[in-house]
């Protein structure tokens, strides 16, 4: 069993969200889903807002939102650094509902004042967490 597992790691700059043994784990990159199992080759990709779902070495699966950032799979270990890392029990669904409506809104005015990017990455942010709270644990 123990050529079967391999250590993940998620940390973002507020936490370390998760530190297990894993049996496999799949997670969000800027171009797809990829998918690790142990002994995968050393790797270095961006990762995007996205779910991130593991089985731990006891079966168990667990999913979490990941926020932009990287991976790094080197040695059997695999280390997410992003933005944030929420389970969905963390979510706060009304919150996100509102920074939805907020980031539209700033969509539609079209104004030289409205960072495009900050407001479409809002959006995308508030979509995958109402997406994991309404998906539940």
Do not use: Y
Request: with cysteine; glycine share 8%; charged share 30%.
């Amino acid at each position: 069993m123990a050529d079967k597992v391999f250590k993940l790691e998620v940390i973002t700059p507020e936490r370390s969200a998760v530190d297990a043994e894993v049996t496999s784990v799949q997670s969000t990159a800027t171009d797809g889903m990829m998918g690790v199992l142990a002994r995968h080759a050393p790797l270095i990709a961006a990762c995007a807002v996205g779910p991130l779902r593991f089985q731990g070495a006891d079966g168990k699966q667990t999913e979490l939102l990941v926020g932009d950032g990287f991976v790094e799979i080197l040695d059997n270990h695999m280390k997410v650094l992003g933005e944030f890392a929420e389970f969905s029990e963390e979510i706060d669904s009304e919150r996100a509902q509102a920074s939805l409506e907020r980031a539209q809104d700033r969509l539609k005015t079209r104004s030289s004042e409205i960072d495009q990017a900050r407001a479409e990455g809002s959006l995308r942010r508030a979509m995958a967490r109402l997406r994991m709270a309404g998906r539940g644990s």
